[in-house]
């Protein structure tokens, strides 16, 4: 099973590029969503989605869009890349239904803004 | 958000038990108890979460005080790929759950 795939794997900008990380799902999961981890540190949400066409932001939003056109796709774009946020970026995805369960996770794209 | 505390490290002996705690003193009534693991190099991983009642799973069990301020991660018999960071997190019951948050954890180094 393919779960929850996320690409690149690994990137490096220069500060002001701008570039897309891809997430995507094939379990039929409604919710999906984008966190961020920094060295020693846990993992801050970024944006998440319910749905297709509905998203909203988490507790690091700023710098970072989201859109959800289908169920299987978030993309999320860094419009113009900052050192800050030179991270290990997380896409996540859970059921539709009967929440609190499981968070699937892929495996990180790290990225490097130099 | 009801917060939690957890050590920041812990060390086990392969194939003993291991015990991860966790307090959560602010927990509220319909808050669930979740944990995931992260291994290195590699996104989280679900392991377990309750309510109330004391919980097991073929990974692990999941052993919560009665006045649910506190909860206990366990491992039967540790082995040296269950070394990772174990991450205990509190969310409310609700549609807006699927937000955790992920505090830093406990990093579980296995001796061999």
């Known amino acids: 099973n393919a779960g929850v795939t996320q690409t690149p794997k690994f990137q490096v900008l220069k500060t002001g590029q701008s570039m897309t990380l891809q997430c995507a799902q094939d379990m039929n999961h409604e919710y999906m969503s984008w966190y961020r981890q920094d060295p020693g540190m846990g993992l801050r949400l970024i944006h998440y989605?319910?749905?297709?066409?509905?998203?909203d932001q988490g507790e690091v939003p700023n710098g970072y869009n989201v859109s959800r056109s289908t169920t299987e796709d978030f993309p999320l774009r860094l419009l113009s890349a900052a050192p800050s946020q030179t991270s290990v970026y997380f896409c996540?995805?859970?059921?539709?239904?009967?929440?609190?369960?499981?968070?699937?996770f892929g495996e990180g794209s790290r990225l490097t803004v130099l | 958000d009801a917060k939690t505390t957890q050590p920041n490290s812990m060390e086990s002996n392969e194939e003993e038990p291991v015990h991860l705690p966790c307090n959560h003193s602010?927990?509220?009534?319909?808050?669930?108890i979740h944990w995931y693991r992260q291994l290195p190099s590699q996104g989280p991983e679900y392991v377990i979460h309750g309510l109330t009642s004391n919980v097991n799973n073929r990974m692990a069990s999941l052993a919560i005080a009665e006045d649910r301020k506190s909860s206990t991660l366990i491992l039967h018999r540790a082995t040296l790929r269950d070394a990772a960071v174990y991450y205990c997190?509190?969310?409310?019951?609700?549609?807006?759950?699927?937000?955790?948050?992920f505090g830093s954890g406990t990093q579980l180094t296995v001796l061999p």
């Open positions: 989605s319910v749905g297709a066409g509905i998203t």
């Open positions: 997190i509190l969310s409310p019951g609700s549609g807006s759950a699927r937000q955790l948050t």
């Open positions: 996540a995805s859970s059921y539709p239904q009967g929440f609190p369960g499981e968070l699937f």
């Open positions: 602010t927990i509220s009534g319909t808050d669930y």
